[in-house]
């Protein structure tokens, strides 16, 4: 049995004593000093772990004038405030020791577009792709971008001053900024502008901190301009953060946004902006080259740029190798080809937009005939192939965008790592400069992936360290100090795009004799250091030191301190990295249901993995081996068990505080839908690691009534159809439905199918895939005969489903049998029942494997039970699956059967996809638009997320809110337009339960439009 696990970090009293008071003085938003809170809020996506002392959400700009205003009262001036957006940051730009201030949660709000004069005023939460979603009506966009735009805040961006692809054109978010309204750290609220001459000279007369701000920042540009001047080098990507460079903008107005920009949350709360949108391009293209050798590609954009692109990305052959095992890869292979006989190395990706066909075609021209005049040549690319129209490039730029996260899942325990990953030079000294990079991580034999901006002379270089070694961590130090020195060499910056953060140890070496004004313009914002202390710059005179790169505590100090086996056996969460990919703010998107209808960081695939490793170490530092404790949880009786959990349910009943139930409550609003899995960059599975983890938890404490109930309807349903109105008439009853909601804690329960299997089977015809039966057929029925494979949900609640299923795939030409039913075993694994999910699946696969030595394929109808054949079993009967295809893996290699049932109709049906069918099974949908099609019908997809049922997950009572919230995020608009009525199709059973419950809607099965599209036809 576990322990109880209550010997914490505690938040400091001066925290406490604040939080409480914030709350008393009316903070709206959302206060928590919890654990797991602090413990989610602990990482970014670099290499650095600190708990903060708790978390603030504002509500609004209100909250941040009371929490700035509090800190300045004379208990509390020693309290530190970081300001946290999408929590993407490369080099712990938002973590703190102090409290955690994220604006993301409720400030999100787009506030004014105005497309005429084409800019947009926004709070900062919000989120950049957001912000494109809704500026595209207009035919305008938010130009700055960057791979993690689909979680990136607009306060993020402004903060780091970010830019990435594109910005050579686009320059970056600095260039964008027309005005800022922000929170200083006394409870003023500063509106920033361009300020001509006059306005400057009033604004200084004043004897407020506003007044302090503007005299020191402009004394400090009249006063050393030549200096700045010399200082700072031509790049498209110059110094970040209070950048001295450009205080005075062309018309010598002071800017002070060009200040804020890049401050990193050290100078104030930005609560607004207004923001410079431009005209969408109509159309682009991508030209995709390919090279022998990376060198090769680095040196030839040289030659590239000549041909005027607006872009142009490199990729090296680690990123590309690690990108083909990802599901992305479906949809740009084409884009890819493999050239005979040679070896592709690395690859630039030149991007051309225009506002009409016919000059995008001019313009693709030209580099058209650079490439095919040099293609083949030495020193020159392979071959090139062309993306045309927004559609195809946004493909292959979501690939790219994906690079961070498939560095993150290279196969072993040194992975690729930020820490010097956006130096940036001169984009002509850039090949020259990488080669001795990589010289340098050659001659310290680490492997390592390069992307990036090679137009801008930006590249993104990890070294793949474990830095659970402690000799490993050193190479950070040694690595980042001999990079400065050839930096330094070809004239760039270490901080090319990312910000400055714990690296801004070096920001008095690069700086000078110039770097105590920085230190002023700290001191006029911040003069107590409580703003994100130790980045940037701190206060003149102050005693306080800037981070080092090796003296904050990193993830893998905390890492290594976890038990070897305990690490191997949650691996499935373990290499999480902090790229944030779950963060996607787009309803449609499958991962992660959870985190989008609540919002809270901690109900997301990220949170739940850094839980689960804190609670590793927690365990470990009580010299627990989950392996063995997993072990006895498997064979420990019932009875001996029971009186021990009992008393520890009562304690927990009681108040007594355990973080096990933390980990709990944020793994209990997992769905287990598995996006995560498909989805995550690194593939973290967050069923697994759940399924392991309630396995241990219920060996400590009592499960619910529920879990016993949904783990056994598998077993049960054979019988309970025997006797249907038994089970389907008092589940309608109000007193029942009372008990099943208050004490056994579940909803909506569905009702057993009128109709029987067995007897439609037999007044069809259709036989069981017996021993007997497959012995009898003949070769001809052999050739066709397909053996489908029964989950305990269609066959006992759907049955009509299975039966027109079985009845389409007859009318397609084939010879349908039914295994008889045996349980899948998937509720099982989901709550955690983990030795009676391992007897079934042995049980089951064994049956299965017979039935697939005959020959005949097997094939699944409900997505998720079906994968669970590929997937869980896979695992648990130690890599020796059985081979059961999702239906239409089928029918599209099997075209050939029904290729003469073409039916030439102009009918058009919409297919809403399966969470975890469209996440782990990459090609579902084309699969099933290449059935339709060649049946002559027309399938298209709508894109929806999860639809928030997941198995039995919305039809657990404590899960209501967040089930319906999840269906009404990407659902609920689809099913309720008019315009599809009758026409939608999906393919989950839960999905259409879930519509079936809100909408009092059915929705078909792709194989019921199939049979009755062929029905109507032959009628």
């Known amino acids: 049995m576990i322990p109880r696990l209550h010997e914490i970090s505690n938040t400091q009293t001066l925290y406490l004593n604040f939080l409480r008071r914030l709350e008393k003085d009316g903070f709206k938003g959302d206060i928590s000093p919890e654990y797991s809170e602090r413990v989610v809020s602990a990482t970014d996506n670099s290499i650095y772990q600190v708990l903060p002392q708790g978390i603030v959400c504002p509500k609004n700009i209100d909250d941040l004038v009371l929490l700035a205003r509090l800190s300045q009262e004379d208990p509390f001036q020693q309290v530190v405030l970081s300001a946290r957006g999408g929590g993407t940051g490369t080099n712990g730009q ?34 950049k792709d957001q912000l494109n979603a809704a500026l595209k009506p207009y035919g305008l966009f938010f130009a700055p971008e960057l791979s993690t735009s689909n979680r990136a805040t607009i306060g993020g961006m402004i903060n780091t001053d970010a830019s990435g692809q594109g910005s050579v054109m686009y320059g970056k978010t600095r260039d964008h900024v027309l005005a800022l309204k922000t929170v200083l750290l006394d409870g003023t609220v500063i509106n920033t502008a361009p300020v001509e001459s006059t306005e400057l000279t009033q604004l200084i007369s004043g004897q407020d901190r506003i007044a302090s701000i503007y005299q020191t920042v402009a004394d400090i540009y009249d006063q050393h301009r030549e200096e700045i001047k010399a200082l700072f080098p031509p790049l498209n990507r110059c110094l970040t953060g209070y950048d001295l460079a450009h205080i005075r903008d062309e018309q010598q107005r002071i800017n002070l946004n060009n200040v804020l920009c890049g401050s990193e949350g050290t100078l104030g709360f930005i609560t607004e902006a207004k923001l410079n949108v431009l005209q969408i391009p109509k159309t682009s293209a991508l030209v995709c080259v390919q090279y022998g050798d990376f060198e090769t590609s680095l040196r030839d954009a040289q030659a590239l740029m000549a041909c005027h692109p607006t872009s142009i990305e490199t990729v090296d052959s680690k990123v590309l190798g690690l990108a083909k095992d990802d599901l992305i890869w479906n949809s740009v292979a084409q884009f890819f080809p493999e050239p005979t006989g040679q070896t592709v190395a690395g690859i ?215 038990e070897q086996d305990s690490w191997q056996q949650y691996s499935e969460s373990m290499y999480c990295n902090g790229n944030g990919a779950c963060f996607n703010y787009d309803s449609a998107d499958a991962m992660c249901p959870s985190w989008k209808a609540t919002r809270i960081r901690k109900y997301s695939p990220k949170g739940r993995s850094s839980l689960i490793r804190e609670w590793l170490r927690l365990l470990s530092d009580k010299q627990v081996d989950t392996v063995q404790e997993s072990g006895i949880a498997n064979y420990i009786s019932w009875p001996v068990s029971f009186i021990p959990r009992l008393f520890n349910t009562l304690k927990k009943h009681n108040g007594e505080y355990d973080f096990n139930h933390e980990v709990y409550d944020a793994m209990s609003t997992c769905l287990a839908c598995k996006s995560c899995t498909g989805s995550c960059p690194i593939k973290v599975d967050i069923p697994e690691s759940r399924a392991k983890f309630l396995h241990l938890y219920h060996a400590r404490y009592l499960r619910p009534l529920k879990d016993y109930l949904i783990g056994s309807l598998e077993f049960l349903m054979p019988t309970l159809a025997l006797w249907k109105d038994i089970y389907n008439k008092p589940i309608r009853w109000t007193p029942v439905k009372w008990f099943l909601r208050h004490v056994a804690g579940m909803v909506d329960s569905p009702l057993i199918s009128d109709i029987s299997l067995k007897q439609e089977m037999k007044k069809h015809q259709l036989p069981w895939a017996t021993a007997l039966n497959i012995s009898r057929l003949s070769k001809e029925q052999k050739s066709k005969a397909v053996i489908y494979v029964q989950d305990a949900f269609t066959s006992y609640f759907d049955t009509q489903v299975v039966v027109d299923t079985l009845l389409a795939l007859r009318a397609l030409g084939f010879h349908p049998m039914v295994m008889p039913y045996m349980a899948n075993g998937k509720p099982l694994h989901v709550h955690g029942f983990l030795s009676r999910f391992q007897k079934t699946a042995f049980k089951t696969a064994d049956k299965l494997k017979k039935l697939q030595n005959t020959g005949i394929p097997l094939i699944g109808l409900d997505p998720s039970t079906t994968l669970t054949y590929r997937a869980e079993y896979q695992k648990y009967l130690e890599g020796n699956p059985v081979n059961v295809m999702l239906i ?132």
């Open 94 to 127: 938002s973590l703190t020791d102090g409290l955690v201030v994220d604006i993301s949660k409720h400030m999100n709000t787009i506030l004014e577009i105005n497309a005429d004069e084409r800019w947009v005023r926004v709070q900062t939460g919000v989120v």
């Open 348 to 562: 630039n990706l030149v991007e051309y937009t225009a506002d009409t066909d016919e000059e995008l075609k001019q313009k693709v021209a030209v580099i058209q005939k650079e490439l095919d005049a040099t293609c083949g040549k030495a020193g020159k690319a392979i071959q090139y192939a062309i993306a045309w129209g927004h559609e195809q490039v946004n493909q292959v730029w979501n690939m790219r965008k994906k690079s961070v996260g498939f560095l993150g899942n290279a196969q072993s325990e040194a992975r690729p790592i930020p820490f010097v990953e956006d130096t940036a030079v001169p984009p002509e000294n850039l090949a020259d400069y990488i080669m001795e990079f990589r010289a340098i991580l050659d001659e310290y034999n680490l492997q390592y992936g390069m992307f990036g901006h090679v137009d801008a002379g930006v590249l993104h270089v990890r070294p793949a360290l474990d830095m659970k070694d402690p000799e490993q961590e050193k190479m950070v130090r040694v690595i980042t100090d001999r990079l400065v020195s050839l930096i330094r060499k070809y004239n760039g910056l270490l901080w090319g795009e990312h910000g400055k953060g714990v690296r801004s140890e070096y920001a008095p070496d690069f700086f000078g004799n110039l770097y105590p004004q920085l230190q002023k313009i700290k001191q006029a914002f911040d003069p107590r250091n409580q703003l994100n202390p130790g980045k940037i710059a701190t206060p003149l005179e102050s005693p306080v030191q800037l981070l080092k790169i090796d003296e904050v505590a990193t993830r893998g100090q905390l890492d290594r301190t976890i």
């Open 888 to 1019: 239409q893996e089928f029918l599209s290699e099997r075209q050939d059967v029904f290729a003469d049932k073409t039916l030439h109709s102009e009918d058009a049906f919409h297919i809403l996809g399966h969470c975890t069918e469209k996440t782990n099974a990459a090609s579902s949908i084309q699969q099933w638009q290449q059935v339709f099609k060649v049946i002559g019908l027309t399938l298209n997809e709508i894109k929806v997320g999860c639809c928030g049922m997941a198995g039995t997950f919305g039809h657990e009572t404590r899960n209501q809110d967040i089930s319906r919230k999840i269906y009404e995020l990407s659902w609920q608009g689809p099913v309720k337009n008019p315009k599809n009525q009758g026409k939608l199709l999906t393919t989950g059973y839960s999905c259409r339960s879930q519509v079936k419950r809100y909408e009092h809607q059915i929705l078909l099965h792709p194989m019921q439009q199939i049979l009755k599209s062929l029905s109507e036809t032959n009628d």
